[in-house]
Structures are given as structure tokens and as C-alpha cells.
């Protein structure tokens, strides 16, 4: 069965630190591969998307992920930590016509 | 243009009560989705409307869940009888087309506490 694992629950870095956050999965062909961010107050956005090629993938607000098979991970990777990014991050994989979420990072930013 | 929105954004009621959650989706987008975040748990999904009718209701938790979304255009969710177990953030998603490397956007989301 597919599944998807985020070992960390709560993560506390220093604004301008580098960040990533563990994403493992389960699966059993090459997966497609989300991260999402909420914001408080906010919905789900999509950070970055993986559907094949490139393993290193790019996202909005400089943050970036990088598919390794031999791993089954997808972590996503900031090379300086700001403040506003303070939230909670969701990696997931889509199934049929729904998504399959991990439990989620929340990311503390302290000054 | 508007995003995914979901009113109210926080509900209290008692075991026993009735509550309706409401979505509204980015228009033109045919495809909904209800998820549910238990405290503490992952995002699991509910179900998934294309237009108005339910292509795929299988994670329902029973039959105290009832959602419609009568003329393909928002959408409600409602929970009759509320009990303690129910307790949690809903949130509702729209896209355009459906399937693996679909975009959903997703709303803020309810947040619904059952004393």
C-alpha cells in the first residue's frame, strides 16, 4: 500500500539556517510527488511538484526538492530560513483522483 | 480571481448538534474535494465531486456525513449528529481536471470543535 512519511513532527531553526524536511514514500512504481505549505490563517498552497526527469525541482519562495529513488525520500531543501516561512509543510502523493498526505512538519523560525 | 473558500472558518457546537460546513470553489473548476485533518493525524480525504455528481465517496467516515453540491457549484458538508470524534479541520479543494498530476487548491478550511 502507498503511504507517505514525514518523521518529523516539529522542527525549530534560526532565521537565515538552511532547512529540510524528511519526506518518505511508499510506493510502487515511481511516484508523483507534492509539497504544500500552510500558512496560519491560510489554505494549502503548493510549494513544488515532481512527475518525472529533473530530480531536483524547483519551487516558489526559493525553496527546492530533490527525488531520490534509491532513498524513497523527497526532502525539501532552503538554503536560508526566513521568518514568514514559519508553517506547517505537507508532502503527498496523489492517488487516483485524491491526494494522500503525510502527517506533517510544523516549522518553527526563531530570530 | 477568488480563491477556494470555506465558511465558517470555526464552529463550536455540542455532541448531539447539527453543523454544515459550506465550500465555494474557484470558478469554472468542475472538480471538489473534501479532506479532514484530525488533531495531531494526516489530511485524509473524504470525497470528490465532478459538477454535482460523487465520483469517489469512500472516505466518508459513516453515514453521519452527508455532501452535496446541488447545481455543480459550491458545495456542503454536513454532519448530523455531531459526536467528540468529529472534531477537527476540514478543508475543501477545487481543480480544474482530475487525476495524477492534477493541482488542487485547497481553502483555509473549517475548523469544527464538538463538546
Known amino acids: 500500500a502507498q503511504s507517505v512519511t514525514q518523521p518529523d513532527i516539529h522542527i525549530t531553526v534560526s532565521e537565515g539556517a538552511s532547512l529540510e524536511l524528511r519526506c518518505n514514500y511508499s510506493?510502487?512504481?515511481?511516484?508523483?510527488l507534492f509539497w504544500y505549505v500552510q500558512s496560519p490563517g491560510q489554505g494549502l498552497q503548493l510549494l513544488l511538484k515532481?512527475?518525472?526527469?529533473?530530480?531536483l525541482v524547483q519551487g516558489i519562495k526559493g525553496f527546492e526538492a530533490e527525488f531520490k529513488r534509491s532513498q524513497s525520500s523527497f526532502n525539501l531543501r532552503k538554503p536560508s530560513v526566513h521568518w514568514s516561512d514559519a508553517a506547517e509543510y505537507f508532502c503527498?502523493?496523489?492517488?487516483?483522483?485524491?491526494?494522500?498526505f503525510g502527517t506533517g512538519t510544523r516549522l518553527t523560525v526563531i530570530p | 480571481e477568488a480563491g477556494v473558500t470555506q465558511f465558517p472558518s470555526h464552529s463550536v457546537i455540542e455532541k448531539g448538534q447539527t453543523v454544515t460546513l459550506r465550500c465555494d470553489p474557484i470558478?469554472?473548476?468542475?472538480?471538489l474535494y473534501w479532506y479532514r485533518r484530525v488533531m495531531g493525524k494526516e489530511i485524509k480525504f473524504l470525497l470528490h465531486?465532478?459538477?454535482?455528481?460523487?465520483?469517489?465517496e469512500s472516505g466518508m467516515p459513516n453515514n453521519r456525513f452527508l455532501a452535496e453540491r446541488t447545481g455543480g457549484t459550491y458545495s456542503t458538508l454536513k454532519v448530523q449528529p455531531a459526536e467528540l470524534e468529529d472534531s477537527g479541520v476540514y478543508f475543501c479543494?477545487?481543480?480544474?481536471?482530475?487525476?495524477?498530476?492534477?493541482?488542487?487548491?485547497f481553502g483555509a478550511g473549517t475548523r469544527l470543535s464538538v463538546l
Open positions: 479543494a477545487s481543480s480544474q481536471d482530475a487525476g495524477l498530476k492534477t493541482i488542487q487548491y
Open positions: 510506493y510502487g512504481a515511481t511516484p508523483y
Open positions: 515532481y512527475f518525472s526527469g529533473d530530480t
Open positions: 503527498a502523493v496523489p492517488l487516483a483522483n485524491n491526494l494522500f
Open positions: 470558478s469554472g473548476h468542475d472538480n
Open positions: 465531486f465532478v459538477k454535482e455528481s460523487k465520483q469517489d
